[in-house]
């Protein structure tokens, strides 16, 4: 698939230092007189609900370890399809991947897709060494870095002698522009991240004017038109399921692939979202519930009707499909401030902590037949979660994870009926939705 787009990549030298602000006040910026394609590197969801927010198209995941190399080309191939612009965000420090690899890295993935990369420092309480940062940065590996953004910076002297050192140093990479602090523009955060895009005012405008006052717009734009796009050979889907999924979609459930949607749409199936805690059940044939809070609504969810009619469906042997928070709400209870009623479907209980229970990615082997997967199928995703769940002695585990924490003991997945709901989150691009929506079909066709 040939691509016809202009595009860079945001990078930060670690965590913290302000390419989320960067990033999106690109967007914004470019998407005043341009069509802006957004991307997040790794598997994040609440950074990419801004980005939609911002530029109206769905921002897409880009992780070299769910997805894989064909998988970023992929969805960078797909998505990339009539913008002007394309800005990835990327994760954590520019290197910082899976233990001592590039593998899932922001690095990786520039590499993949040939992009060149912006460079964002804070330049807080610092000036010489901004140099031998940068030089080691650009030196490390064979990541095009074609501009630095300073963050945090101070006096027009301070960043004067941040460039003197780079001229002096020997390093010809410019800077595009320098930031000072501006505290307004800061989202809200909690236990799994920043607040999602439709829980805060972030002024839109007053960002892009910010970015536009502080950053040269003619260098950003001069980078990302020397984007060399590759040509994309696409892999189409061929099979097609005729069934219709009900989709779990308010603020408790909502994280979610965009991938995983047009997945499903391409492979046939009808996609119908509705609310657990305000809508009836729709008729459909299955149901997919994402992660997202539902700690925060489980009042709502256990007042709603709707968890008895999910665990009518379930005891029929509709398939069911459940992510992380989903596993919370499939359950018997959730305790938060006390003790809820949940769906009741799955044989366990959960519980909120103050501590983070697990943080990484997970790979794992699916150890009997599961609504998503047959045996032996090795599937790849992430978990992230303040939450301990308690299995009864006899609860069935599909997953046995070869990395990951997983419910206990190193396993994950837990079934009942045609019911299956795992800490982990998956991706299409590592297990397709194949043999669910084959259950759908089989469960329609009863």
Do not use: W
């Not at 927010?53 to 080309?73: A, H, K, T, Y």
């Not at 004067?160 to 800061?186: F, H, R, T, W």
């Amino acid at each position: 698939m040939p691509i016809k787009t202009s595009a860079l990549l945001i990078a930060g030298t670690g965590s913290g230092v302000g390419k989320t602000t960067v990033a999106m006040g690109l967007m914004a910026a470019l998407g005043k007189n341009y069509k802006v394609q957004p991307f997040k590197v790794g598997p994040d969801f609440i950074d990419p609900s801004h980005h939609t927010r911002i530029c109206g198209r769905p921002s897409r995941n880009l992780d070299s370890f769910i997805m894989g190399e064909q998988g970023v080309l992929e969805t960078f191939a797909r998505a990339s399809q009539g913008a002007d612009f394309c800005i990835i965000e990327g994760v954590m420090g520019l290197y910082d991947g899976i233990d001592d690899t590039e593998i899932a890295s922001t690095a990786h993935v520039a590499k993949i897709l040939n992009v060149p990369v912006i460079l964002v420092i804070n330049a807080h309480g610092a000036s010489r060494s901004i140099a031998a940062i940068v030089k080691g940065f650009s030196e490390f590996d064979r990541v095009n870095i074609a501009g630095i953004i300073l963050n945090n910076a101070g006096s027009d002297r301070h960043v004067k002698l941040i460039k003197d050192s780079l001229q002096s140093a020997g390093i010809n990479i410019p800077v595009i522009g320098a930031l000072p602090k501006n505290p307004e523009l800061s989202i809200p955060s909690r236990h799994l991240g920043l607040h999602m895009a439709g829980e805060n005012n972030l002024n839109i405008e007053k960002l892009s004017d910010f970015i536009e006052k502080h950053i040269d717009m003619g260098s950003v734009k001069t980078i990302a038109n020397d984007f060399d796009a590759p040509d994309i050979a696409i892999n189409e889907r061929r099979e097609r399921f005729d069934v219709k999924i009900g989709i779990a979609y308010d603020s408790a459930f909502c994280f979610y692939y965009e991938d995983s949607f047009d997945e499903l749409k391409v492979s046939g199936a009808e996609l119908i979202f509705f609310s657990p805690m305000t809508d009836r059940l729709p008729h459909v044939d299955g149901i997919y519930l994402g992660g997202g809070y539902p700690e925060h609504f489980a009042q709502e969810l256990s007042a709603s009707g709707t968890r008895d009619e999910i665990k009518r469906a379930a005891e029929d042997g509709m398939p069911i499909y459940g992510e992380c928070g989903a596993l919370l709400y499939l359950n018997e209870s959730l305790k938060t401030d006390r003790t809820y009623k949940m769906a009741g479907i799955l044989p366990a209980s959960s519980r909120m902590t103050d501590k983070l229970q697990a943080l990484g990615y997970t790979e794992a082997e699916t150890a009997i037949d599961s609504p998503i997967a047959k045996k032996g199928k090795i599937t790849r995703g992430h978990e992230f979660h303040y939450s301990i769940t308690e299995c009864d002695r006899d609860a069935t585990l599909v997953y046995k994870l070869r990395r990951g924490k997983g419910i206990v003991d190193g396993k994950d997945g837990l079934m009942e009926h045609n019911t299956m709901a795992s800490y982990m989150h998956t991706h299409p691009a590592s297990n397709s939705f194949d043999e669910f929506l084959c259950q759908c079909r089989k469960y329609k066709s009863r």
